[in-house]
């Protein structure tokens, strides 16, 4: 496990997308904030978090790693997902399709969106799909502040170690929650930045009392915290009440 973190934390064999934060309008001022930016950071500041920069799709060998099952609980991530054979699933930031065609079979009345905004990583698990005959799956060409998921359609949206790297989060979770059925529910798997044995990036990791902190702003509550996971927080959320 040492020796693939010691690579993630160099970025060795990966392509990071720098992010290039374009004039801001008067409403993103008053949202986010600048500062010099950290080594791997953008210098946005959301709510005191500055983001990180984007893990490109050249990073897709590192996501299908043949010992990402064993180091990351995968098994016990899609045992404890909170869905039925009909549910609706949103996989966003779905990079090379890991969770999606996992989460696939769980679903088979249902389907399965893949939101990207990396058109390589969309035309990957399109044509994966088609080897795996898959039908519940369908990609969605996302954007930086939304993933264009039709409103009130998803029952679980799921973004594995994906949220820290959203340059709008804001805007990107009120679109989420428009998207979101009636009793729909946010999973957000984030390496635990609460432990500093875990060694991946620090701008990679983030505690729950942040997460939380995002999601409370914009009109979710934490329902669940699993605890089950190795190395990542497994935290389901759901509209306030």
Wanted: charged share 25%; no cysteine.
């Amino acid at each position: 496990m040492k020796k693939y973190v010691f690579a993630f934390i160099l970025g060795i064999g990966l392509n990071f997308q720098h992010v290039v934060l374009a004039q801001s309008s008067k409403n993103d001022t008053q949202v986010y904030q600048s500062k010099e930016p950290s080594w791997d950071g953008t210098g946005k500041v959301y709510l005191g978090r500055e983001i990180s920069q984007v893990m490109g799709f050249a990073g897709k060998d590192w996501l299908e790693r043949a010992s990402r099952e064993r180091e990351e609980g995968i098994a016990a991530a899609l045992e404890n997902l909170p869905i039925n054979s009909s549910s609706t699933v949103a996989d966003i930031g779905a990079g090379s399709g890991y969770y999606t065609f996992r989460i696939a079979p769980h679903v088979p009345q249902g389907k399965v969106y893949a939101v990207e905004i990396q058109k390589d990583a969309i035309d990957y698990i399109n044509a994966k799909s088609k080897e795996l005959d898959l039908k519940n799956v369908e990609t969605v060409q996302g954007s930086e502040k939304s993933p264009n998921l039709p409103k009130g359609a998803i029952d679980l949206v799921i973004m594995v170690d994906v949220y820290h790297e959203l340059s709008y989060p804001q805007e990107m979770l009120q679109s989420i929650y428009e998207s979101l059925s009636p009793n729909g529910k946010v999973l957000l798997l984030e390496y635990r930045g609460e432990d500093p044995t875990i060694n991946i990036k620090p701008l990679h990791k983030m505690t729950e009392k942040q997460v939380t902190k995002e999601m409370n702003a914009n009109g979710f509550e934490l329902e669940k915290n699993g605890k089950f996971l190795p190395i990542q927080h497994y935290l389901i959320y759901q509209k306030k009440k």
